[in-house]
C-alpha cells in the first residue's frame, strides 16, 4: 500500500508530496528567520498583553544566558517547565533551545508522585515553575536532580497594575495558589536581570540533537520520554505548515491557543507553525473556565483556533458563544482525540467553518495525517498522510494489509517520528519495527481515495461474542442524541458474551433516562453493539487536555484524583 500511495490523487492542490527538510537546521534558525522577517509583529498575547517577535527574541536570549552563564548547564542538558499557556512560555522555550539544551514539558497537573518520576527520569537541572503548582515541586524537589527552581506569577509579565492585580486575585480571591517554600528558588525575572550581564555564545545545535523530551503514555502504564530531535519538529513543522498554510496570510493570522503549549498538539501546531507563518498566538491560560474563555473569543478578531473533541463541544454548549464574531475564521483544526460527528456538524452550523479533523501522536511529534483544508463537510476521516510521510496498515502478524477497507493497525514512517524512547531502548523496540514502521495501537481502514479512518485502539476495542465493537462508534452514536452533552463507552465482563458494552453519559437534559438512550441505541447500531448498562455522570474523568480516560472509567475503584 505504501507503494503506491493512493492519498496523492487526493491531496489539495498546491501541496507537494515531498517538503524541503534541509530549509531548516534547527527550530532555532526557523525562530530566528521568524524573527527578521517579522520583529514588530505581535507573537504571543495573553491577558490583553502582547509580545513582539522581537521582545521573545530578547527575553530568551536572556534566559539562555542565565542557563549557560549563571547556571554553568550543558549542550544537551534538561529544562523542565511546568506552566499552563502564559506569556514566560514561549521566552522559556527559545531560551532553553537557543541555550542547546532540551525542553521537559511537564504537565502542571501532575501528582507529587507523576512529577518526581518524570524530573528523576528525565535528569532535568531545572524547573521552571508557576506559583500555582510551587507547592507540588515542594514536595518533590529534595528527591530529584534538580540544581534550581525557578518560580514565576501569572501575571509576572503583565505589567503594572494588570500584573500585581491577576497575581493578588489568584492568590487571595480564588486562592489558587497556596502556599509554598523552596529553598534556593529564583525568581524568572531575575534570571532575565542576571542573564544581561551575560553574551550567549555560539552554540552549534545539530539536527539530530534533541529539542523536547515529551512525555506520553501516562495513561497506559509508566510515563515515557519521546525523544524529538530538532529535525523530528522542524520536519512536522514544514509538513503541516505546507498543508495548513495554503491561503493564510503571513503576518497576520491570529490563532487561538487554548491547549496547552506543553501538549505535543499546540506545541506544533500552534507555537510552530504559526511561527513561521509570522502569527499571532493568543494564549489561553485556563479554557476550563468556559464562560471566561468565550468572553475572550467575543473580543478577539481570531483567524483559526485548533482543540480537541471535549474543548470544541464545550465552548457550542457555553452561553455567548453563538454571539462571537466568526468573520475572520479561516481554520478550525480538531486532533488529540477523535472529532465526533454532532459536534463537527454543530460547530459547522454555529461557526460557518469546517472542523476539519487531523491525526497524530507525540512520538510523530506530532501530525501524520490530516483532512484537506477546504473540506466542505465533517467526513469521518483522519485525513490523508502528510507530504513526505508513509503510512500503512499491519495486521497482528506484522503482515501489511493489501484489501481495500481492511482494518489493521496504522503504522507511520517519515523524518518526524521520533528517534525512541528517552533510555528504554525495550519500549522503543516494542512500537518501531525493523523496518522503521511506527506501530501506533490504532486501528484504521483506508478507502480508495486514500483516506484513513480510525476504527479504535487497539486496547480499548469490546469483544462481544466474537465480534469487535469499537467504543468511538458507539460514542459518536450516543454523542448525536439531543439531550446527551458527553459519553463514553467501555466493555466489562459479561457471563453471556465475554464482554458487554457499558455506556458513561453526561446529561445535557437532566429528563434523560438510561431507557431513553437504550432505545436510540437499538434505532442506530447493531444488537451486539448496543449497550447493555447506561450510568449516567455529573462528569467523565479526563487528561489535562480534555481527552476522556476510559482507562479509570473500566477501573471499578473510583478514582482518587482525576488531572
Known amino acids: 500500500m505504501s507503494q503506491d500511495r493512493p492519498w496523492f490523487k487526493s491531496y489539495p492542490q498546491g501541496v507537494p508530496h515531498e517538503v524541503d527538510m534541509d530549509e531548516y537546521r534547527s527550530i532555532v ?39 549557560l552563564g549563571e547556571l554553568k548547564l550543558k549542550k544537551g542538558d534538561r529544562v523542565a517547565i511546568m506552566m499552563p499557556n502564559c506569556l514566560q512560555y514561549p521566552i522559556a522555550i527559545f531560551g532553553i533551545l537557543r541555550a542547546g539544551l532540551t525542553v521537559v514539558n511537564v504537565n502542571p497537573m501532575y501528582t507529587a508522585r507523576e512529577l518526581k518520576h518524570q524530573l528523576i527520569d528525565s535528569g532535568a537541572s531545572a524547573l521552571l515553575v508557576v506559583d500555582n503548582f510551587g507547592h507540588t515541586v515542594q514536595e518533590v524537589v529534595a528527591s530529584t536532580p534538580l540544581k534550581q527552581v525557578i518560580t514565576t506569577g501569572l501575571g509576572d509579565l503583565l505589567g503594572f497594575p494588570k500584573g500585581a492585580l491577576i497575581n493578588f486575585v489568584l492568590k487571595y480571591v480564588k486562592k489558587l495558589v497556596p502556599d509554598y517554600d523552596i529553598p534556593g528558588a529564583i525568581r524568572f525575572k531575575d534570571t532575565l536581570t542576571l542573564g544581561r550581564m551575560h553574551k550567549l555564545p555560539e552554540i552549534d545545535i545539530d539536527s539530530e540533537d534533541i529539542a523536547f523530551l515529551q512525555y506520553t503514555g501516562g495513561t497506559t502504564g509508566v510515563s515515557k520520554g519521546a525523544m524529538l530531535t530538532h529535525r523530528n519538529m522542524v520536519a512536522n513543522m514544514q509538513q503541516s505548515g505546507v498543508w495548513v498554510g495554503n491561503g493564510l496570510d503571513f503576518g497576520n493570522e491570529v490563532i487561538i491557543t487554548a491547549l496547552p503549549l506543553y501538549h505535543i498538539f499546540a506545541l506544533t501546531a500552534n507555537g510552530l507553525v504559526f511561527m513561521k507563518l509570522g502569527g499571532l498566538n493568543h494564549l489561553i491560560s485556563n479554557p476550563r473556565d468556559m464562560p471566561g474563555f468565550v468572553k475572550e473569543l467575543q473580543k478577539t478578531r481570531f483567524t483559526a483556533i485548533t482543540g480537541v473533541n471535549t474543548l470544541f463541544n464545550g465552548l457550542l454548549n457555553t452561553p455567548g458563544f453563538d454571539q462571537v464574531d466568526f468573520s475572520n475564521l479561516k481554520m478550525t483544526l480538531g486532533g488529540g482525540m477523535a472529532v465526533q460527528r454532532a459536534v463537527a456538524e454543530k460547530w459547522k452550523k454555529v461557526t460557518g467553518v469546517t472542523l476539519v479533523e487531523a491525526y497524530g501522536l507525540t512520538e510523530t511529534s506530532p501530525a ?34 493489501t484489501t481495500l477497507g481492511e482494518v489493521g493497525e496504522l503504522c507511520i514512517k517519515g523524518p518526524q517520528v521520533m528517534k525512541g524512547y528517552w533510555q528504554r531502548p525495550e519500549e522503543t523496540a516494542n512500537v518501531m519495527d525493523a523496518e522503521g514502521w511506527l506501530h501506533t ?63 458513561f453519559v453526561v446529561k445535557k437534559d437532566p429528563a434523560l433516562t438510561a431507557e431513553q438512550v437504550k432505545a436510540y441505541c437499538r434505532e442506530n447500531l447493531t444488537g451486539y453493539k448496543q449497550p447493555k448498562t447506561v450510568e449516567f455522570r455529573a462528569d467523565l474523568p479526563k487528561t489535562n487536555v480534555g481527552k476522556i480516560l476510559r482507562k479509570e472509567l473500566r477501573d471499578p475503584s473510583p478514582p482518587a484524583e482525576v488531572a
Open 441 to 503: 495501537g490504532d486501528m484504521a481502514k483506508m478507502d480508495e481515495k486514500g483516506f484513513f479512518y480510525i476504527v479504535d485502539r487497539k486496547k480499548d476495542m469490546i469483544l462481544v461474542s466474537g465480534f469487535n465493537v469499537y467504543p468511538n462508534e458507539v460514542e459518536d452514536v450516543i454523542a448525536g442524541m439531543e439531550g446527551v452533552l458527553e459519553v463514553a463507552a467501555i466493555g466489562v465482563p459479561d457471563e453471556k458474551s465475554g464482554e458487554a458494552v457499558k455506556v
Open 29 to 67: 534558525s526557523v525562530f530566528d528567520t521568524a524573527v527578521s522577517k517579522f520583529s514588530d509583529r505581535p507573537a504571543f498575547s495573553n491577558f490583553g498583553k502582547s509580545l513582539t517577535y522581537s521582545d521573545i527574541e530578547v527575553q530568551s536570549r536572556h534566559f539562555a544566558s542565565y542557563l
Open 368 to 401: 501524520a495525517c490530516i483532512n484537506p483544508m477546504d473540506l466542505k463537510d465533517y467526513n469521518g476521516a483522519i485525513g490523508l498522510p502528510i507530504p513526505s510521510t508513509d503510512v500503512c496498515l499491519k495486521d497482528d502478524a506484522g503482515v501489511t494489509i
